[in-house]
């Protein structure tokens, strides 16, 4: 910013001094012009009158001569100073003016903004680099959770796209080559705020160089990066990256788990959507079974594992190219498969699937709809390329379709969102169907279709103090169960589940309410928002995690003794605390169905 | 040679002399400081100071300050100057002829600095 002004008065230099010059002159002029006082007197202006006097006019205020009126040859030399000073702002003006306009000056404002914005950040960030649509997606949904990331992007016009955005926090964002590590650095790599890179390039060299640079700049630093060919996704993996996503790969694992277990694919789906999306009906799977034969419409990266995974699934395929490709072991027909012959020849009428898998929007609805037409029982999986197609891909309602972007993001994200969920969802892609229908059926009937949040913490003095100093009161064992007590009555249950426990190298799934609980142990949790916060206040206030885990005789020492039962005194507990230590307005506003049982009775 | 050059060591010493030939002579001495000579010192010091702009090595800076701290001495001059004139002409007091000159020897003083620098400036160049 400072050498940008700098360099800018530089250029101010010639009419800056002109404009000295010409009031030198002036003054010196008026100066010496001798004058007449209305007593008839000669008389002379002061030197501060004269600056005074061309100040005002110079600038085009017009005093008027003061303070007496002038004689002819003052107004003859006055004339003259008005035309030169008018020449010398009208040149200084200009110049202001061209160094505004200059691209490299706005460019160099841009950039210091950029940076002064990137250095003011003292929360944790992420750093986004590419803001195509997959980065545009991903830094949505990040904006959702709350979380605070910079941006840079090649191409101005995404810059520009994002900073329309009615985003809720206000994220630097930068137009520069992402390749350069002076720009990675300049968008915040090495501060320690900053939690990750995001590598979300169209291009896979440039997200390799991301990865080079974060790799030697901030060796340890997790780096989630897209890459589009196995060739570099191996070079990413050799790198340590912490996440290489390739979205072909990506979705001949989701094409295998659709077919192998369309309820824990259904599962995967809803924890992994956006949030505020929905749980999806379980309907009787549309998705074949084999013996029988599938028909994939263009042989490249995402043909070729759709190929291998039905294959795995125990299919046929026949592959339709436009290059005329001979595959070992596929039957092979040139064409681009829009057109009936082609998918008759390669039996349309009696194939199970058909994937639509160019790179061209237009040619993959027009196969899907030829195919539907000749067979209309056939499943349809489409490859829609740009999110501007979306209204014609949803129209058409195909069996599964896969956007390159929304698979990248929903991977990013489900890697982002808390450490140990992309642990728990490894663990889930392993499980059967009848395993993720139960927990789906549970969580909605604990949380509603709404997808839910998820946190995790570790029992530690740094995430939950207070936890963790109720737990060395309480006598007997502190059990998972008790995380889910309401703050206000400790026998209702907020709307959260445990999801996962580690210990040590020990990993339990889906601990329920009994398992007991020691300090050091990491858990994560789904839930709504509101359960979120009320498992902070537990973790964090010593008092109200004694009266949830049930140690009467400290949640009362805050008020009178004796008198009410449990519910009672942790409202008033929480009540002091909350002038002790934050608002929790949401949490007392709720109406709690008390249950006299020390039982947990559900409330939403 | 470059005529960027000659005027900007032209503008420079200019200043300097100029400073000089305000500050020479008695210090409460009114015939010896004239206020024309205070005038055109304070110019031609704001044109140094504008010359000397956007250079942005460490001597450029120190340059810089020399340039700003004899133009701050040379504008207090000038403002004595006009609150302690006597109203309708007349010679200055002492008390005040002595204060604006102390101010522009001041100056005089971050002139001189400003002349060495450029001096050792132009004999470290290597040709």
């Known amino acids: 910013m400072q050498s940008v002004f700098l360099l800018s008065i530089r250029r101010l230099r010639a ?4 404009i000295i010059l010409v009031f030198a002159f002036s003054t010196v002029g008026l100066t010496l012009i001798p004058g007449i006082d209305p007593a008839g007197r000669p008389w002379h202006m ?8 061309v100040a005002y006019t110079a600038t085009t205020i017009g005093f008027g001569e003061i303070p ?4 002819d040859q003052q107004r003859l030399f006055v004339t003259v100073i008005i035309y030169l000073s008018v020449i010398g702002w009208a040149y200084l003006l200009g110049s202001i003016l061209s160094i505004a306009q200059d691209k490299a000056f706005q460019h160099a404002m841009v950039s210091a903004r950029f940076r002064r914005s990137v250095s003011g950040l003292r929360e944790p960030f992420y750093l986004v680099c590419g803001l195509g649509e997959t980065g545009l997606t991903v830094v949505r949904v990040l904006d959702h959770l709350g979380t605070r990331f910079t941006a840079i992007d090649r191409d101005e016009h995404r810059v520009q796209a994002l900073e329309i955005e009615a985003l809720s926090l206000d994220a630097p964002v930068l137009t520069a080559d992402v390749r350069s590590p002076e720009t990675l650095s300049s968008a915040g790599l090495l501060k320690p705020e900053c939690m990750g890179v995001l590598a979300l390039c169209n291009d896979d060299e440039a997200n390799l160089a991301i990865a080079i640079s974060a790799c030697l700049l901030r060796p340890n630093l997790p780096v989630i990066s897209r890459a589009n060919s196995p060739q570099v996704a191996a070079s990413m993996a050799a790198l340590g990256t912490y996440r290489v996503i390739s979205p072909s790969h990506e979705f001949g694992e989701h094409l295998e788990l659709a077919m192998r277990a369309p309820d824990t694919h259904r599962l995967l789906g809803w924890l992994t959507s956006t949030p505020g999306s929905y749980l999806p009906p379980s309907l009787p799977p549309r998705i074949p079974v084999a013996p029988g034969h599938w028909i994939v419409c263009g042989y490249g990266r995402y043909g070729t594992q759709v190929v291998a995974a039905v294959q795995r699934g125990g299919f046929n395929a026949t592959i339709i190219d436009p290059a005329g490709l001979q595959v070992a072991g596929l039957r092979c027909i040139r064409g681009t498969g829009t057109g009936a012959a082609e998918l008759r020849e390669a039996g349309v009428e009696t194939a199970s699937g058909i994937f ?5 929007d237009t040619a993959n609805l027009a196969i899907a709809i030829a195919a539907r037409r000749l067979n209309p029982n056939i499943f349809i999986i489409l490859r829609q390329n740009l999110q501007s197609s979306s209204v014609l891909f949803t129209k058409f309602g195909a069996d599964m379709t896969m956007v390159t972007s929304q698979i990248i993001a929903t991977e990013c994200i489900a890697v982002l969102r808390t450490p140990l969920l992309a642990a728990f969802l490894d663990l889930t892609r392993r499980k059967d169907d009848l395993w993720a229908y139960s927990l789906a059926e549970s969580l909605r ?10 946190w995790s913490f570790a029992i530690e003095a740094g995430e939950a103090p207070g936890l963790l100093d109720a737990m060395a009161r309480v006598a007997g064992p502190v059990r998972a169960g008790d995380l889910s007590r309401s703050a206000q009555a400790r026998q209702d249950r907020v709307p959260c589940m445990a999801l996962l426990l580690v210990r040590g190298t020990q990993t339990v799934e889906l601990p329920d309410d009994d398992f007991p609980l020691e300090a050091g142990d990491r858990l994560l949790f789904a839930g709504r928002r509101s359960a979120e916060d009320n498992q902070v206040l537990v973790r964090r206030n010593a008092n109200v995690a004694a009266y949830v885990l049930g140690e009467r005789r400290a949640a009362e020492g805050w008020v009178a003794e004796g008198g009410g039962d449990g519910g009672e005194v942790g409202v008033e507990a929480v009540m002091v605390s909350r002038q002790l230590f934050r608002p929790v307005d949401r949490l007392l506003s709720g109406v709690h169905d008390r249950a006299g049982s020390d039982g947990l ?3 939403r | 040679m470059n005529l960027e050059k000659v005027v900007y060591a032209f503008v420079i010493l200019l200043a300097a002399t100029l400073n000089f030939g305000f500050v020479y002579g008695g210090i409460d001495d009114a015939a010896h400081h004239h206020v024309w000579q205070l005038f055109a010192a304070t110019t031609v010091n704001m044109i140094a100071v504008v010359l000397k702009f956007g250079d942005r090595t460490h001597i450029g800076a120190v340059h810089q300050a020399s340039g ?8 207090g001059a000038a403002l004595v100057w006009f609150f302690l004139a006597p109203a309708g002409g007349g010679p200055m007091s002492d008390v005040a002829l002595s204060s604006i000159v102390s101010l522009a020897a001041g100056a ?3 002139n001189i600095v400003s002349v060495v620098i450029m001096i050792v400036d132009t004999t470290i160049q290597r040709r």
Not at chain 1, 68 to 71: A, S
Not at chain 1, 445 to 454: I, K, R, V
Request: charged share 15%; glycine share 6%; hydrophobic share 50%.
């Open chain 1, 15 to 18: 009419p800056l001094i002109l």
């Open chain 2, 68 to 75: 700003l701290v004899a133009l701050l001495q040379l504008a």
């Open chain 2, 108 to 110: 005089l003083l971050a």
């Open chain 1, 445 to 454: 009937d604990l949380l509603g279709d709404e997808a839910p949040s998820f």
């Open chain 1, 46 to 53: 002061t030197i501060f009158e004269a600056v005074y006097f």
């Open chain 1, 601 to 603: 009775t559900r409330s």
């Open chain 1, 68 to 71: 007496y009126p002038f004689t």
């Open chain 1, 356 to 360: 639509g898998g160019t790179d061209d």
